[in-house]
């Protein structure tokens, strides 16, 4: 089996699906790289640097003409890169960022192609599944860059300084949402000397924020049904948004920094800071939205854009990790080689649909939609699925 990694086609994507690093792993478990010339330069790679590991160094054709297994970050998602996709048969095994829940036709695209896809939000949160969990690897960037732009945009230090000329109060910041990225937001922001308090609708993260010296801001809501079996954020009524809104503003008003990350998968974000909260925070206060892909947790968001709003710096950046491709991409390809381990044996692919992890993170086979939640999301019968 030859894997191919193409030059990404995403918009200001800058990362790769496969550092050099990380080629001697797919070589064990009989896979040849191919690498299209340039592909990791964004992120620091170099084509010699490739072939010193073992990789192919070839053009972009022939790696479409020669790999069955195409390893993308987002170029594949929302059927984006056209010129790959036409090329795409029943013989092709994708792998990638594929936006399945967001995004579902650019999967009926890929099935309409016969190609095999996986999709790696979709990975089960196993044990046997963490060290392929690029959601969780990607986070980890994005939770981290998150408080440096709002160190950048706001007017004053992080830490308290205690100088002849008198003592500096820390910056207070408060983190919405304390899931990978919510906790990596709240590390940094302590390293850097801020006073950090973080909020999250499932109560079993307290205990996570306080070990990384954050205060757990309690809300007198219901929040039983909060978590699904998977770990992540449940969507809740309106009518709870609206009450944890007027909980929240206090907290809001009494911050410099608002990181917020909450988000649903497969669902518009929740919004949880209001223009009016925003009009109750001190001038030079910054929010960074990190659900702004999602349509963002604040109002006055825009994404892809910083705006002002009563005096407050709103930042809703869009691919945060790409800002961050070396170590971004080198965390995501240790996933997806973990993932290929898994896949393939002598290189053959086993489409064992008695392995979780493959049966759950397959959303394309035998030009089917195979996936439930995805066939849901395309209106589709979810039991209707393909042998």
């Known amino acids: ?74 170029s594949l998602a929302g059927g984006h890169d056209a010129e790959a996709i036409g090329q795409l048969g029943s013989d092709h095994i994708v792998l990638g960022f594929l936006d399945p829940l967001g995004s579902p036709e650019g999967v009926r695209t890929l099935a309409a192609r016969g190609a095999t896809a996986f999709s790696v939000e979709m990975l089960p949160r196993i044990t046997r599944a ?35 000329a008198g003592t500096v109060a820390p910056a207070r910041a408060f983190v919405i949402g304390a899931g990978v990225a919510g906790l990596q937001a709240i590390a940094t922001a302590r390293r850097l000397g801020a006073v950090v308090e973080a909020y999250d609708v499932r109560p079993a993260v307290k205990e996570q924020i306080e070990s990384l010296g954050g205060r757990f801001v309690e809300l007198p809501l219901e929040t039983e049904d909060a978590e699904d079996k998977g770990g992540y954020a449940k969507a809740q009524d309106e009518a709870f948004y609206r009450r944890q809104r007027e909980l929240l503003a206090k907290v809001v008003a009494e911050s410099d920094i608002v990181i917020s990350a909450a988000a649903v998968p497969g669902r518009k974000a929740p919004v949880l800071v209001t223009d009016e909260m925003l009009a109750g925070m001190r001038p030079g206060s910054v929010i960074v939205d990190l659900a702004a892909e999602q349509g963002g947790n604040c109002e006055a968001s825009s994404p892809g854009e910083t705006v002002t709003r009563h005096d407050v710096t709103v930042m809703a950046p869009l691919n945060v990790a790409a800002t961050v491709p070396y170590h971004a991409s080198q965390l995501y390809a240790k996933n997806l080689s973990n993932f290929v381990v898994n896949l393939v044996a002598d290189g053959v692919a086993q489409l064992d649909k008695d392995d979780e992890i493959v049966r759950d993170s397959m959303v394309t086979r035998g030009g089917e939609v195979v996936h439930p939640r995805v066939r849901e999301a395309l209106g589709l019968d979810a039991s209707a699925q393909s042998d």
Do not use: N
């Not at 478990?29 to 073992?54: C, H, I, N, S, T």
């Open 130 to 164: 963490q060290s392929m969990d690029a959601l969780s690897s990607t986070a980890t960037v994005v939770g981290y860059k998150a408080v440096l732009l709002a160190a950048e945009a706001l007017p004053r230090m992080m830490p308290m300084l205690m100088t002849a």
């Open 1 to 74: 089996m030859k894997a191919g990694v193409l030059k990404e086609t995403w918009p200001g994507e800058a990362r790769v699906a496969v550092v050099p690093a990380a080629v001697p792993a797919f070589e064990r478990a009989g896979v040849e790289v191919m690498v299209e010339a340039g592909a990791g330069l964004a992120a620091g790679f170099r084509d010699p640097d490739y072939e010193e590991k073992g990789a192919q160094i070839a053009g972009r054709a022939e790696v479409l003409s020669s790999a069955t297994l195409l390893l993308s970050v987002r």
